[in-house]
Structures are given as C-alpha cells and as structure tokens.
C-alpha cells in the first residue's frame, strides 16, 4: 500500500510563514495529483491546494496569492509554501494523493494523518 506523511506544522505568529511537506512511501507504481486539505475546529475540510503531476496548480480563493504547492515527483513529495498566514488559516493539513500502488489496476485516494498549523493573532 501507499503511506502519506506529513511534516512541518507548528505555531506561528499572524504573518509568519511555513513550509509543509508530505512524502509518499510504499509499493508506489504512479502518482497523478496530489494535494492538500485543511480542516479547523468544528469546521468541513476543505481543499486548499492540488497539483497535478505535470505541475499545473489550483487553489482555494482564500489562498492564492499566499500559498504556493509543488512536488517532486522523484520523491514522490508534495510542499505546500504557506506565506502571510492568517488566524483562519489555522487547522490541520493533511495531503492527499491519487495513486496506483503496485499490482493495481485502478487509482486510489490515498491520505496522510495531518500535521497542526496553529496561527496566533
């Protein structure tokens, strides 16, 4: 199977920026998008970024401007580059990645366990 871990979360102060990183691990066979969800207290998840293998990116609105997603597809590792953060910001991130793990002949949506970002005002 396929493991998403997370890293990078931690308390910052309004305006601070952060770097989130999720690495892929496992009987990998091919990742097409990956991406990152947030969840605050009492709230849904909601996407906040998504990448497609070749790079083409999309964001929430409450966002752009301020965070940047890439990867690197050679360490199956997905970033999320989170500038001018905001107490809404606040949650926790976890990614997410449509893979094929080896012997599979269908996609599935794989998810990481979250790491918190906490925003303080």
């Known amino acids: 199977q396929v493991q998403l871990v997370e890293s990078g979360g931690s308390l910052v102060q309004t305006g601070g920026s952060l770097r989130l990183s999720c690495a892929a691990s496992g009987s990998i066979y091919h990742i097409n998008a990956m991406g990152w969800y947030r969840q605050a207290p009492g709230q849904q998840r909601d996407m906040v970024a998504s990448i497609t293998r070749s790079g083409s990116a999309d964001y929430a609105d409450s966002v752009k401007g301020r965070f940047t997603i890439s990867r690197d597809n050679a360490k199956n590792t997905v970033y999320l580059q989170m500038n001018n953060l905001k107490p809404e910001d606040t949650g926790v991130y976890s990614c997410?990645?449509?893979?094929?793990?080896?012997?599979?002949?269908?996609?599935?949506?794989?998810w990481g366990q979250g790491t918190q970002v906490t925003v303080s005002s």
């Open positions: 997410t990645a449509e893979a094929f793990a080896d012997g599979s002949s269908w996609p599935f949506d794989y």
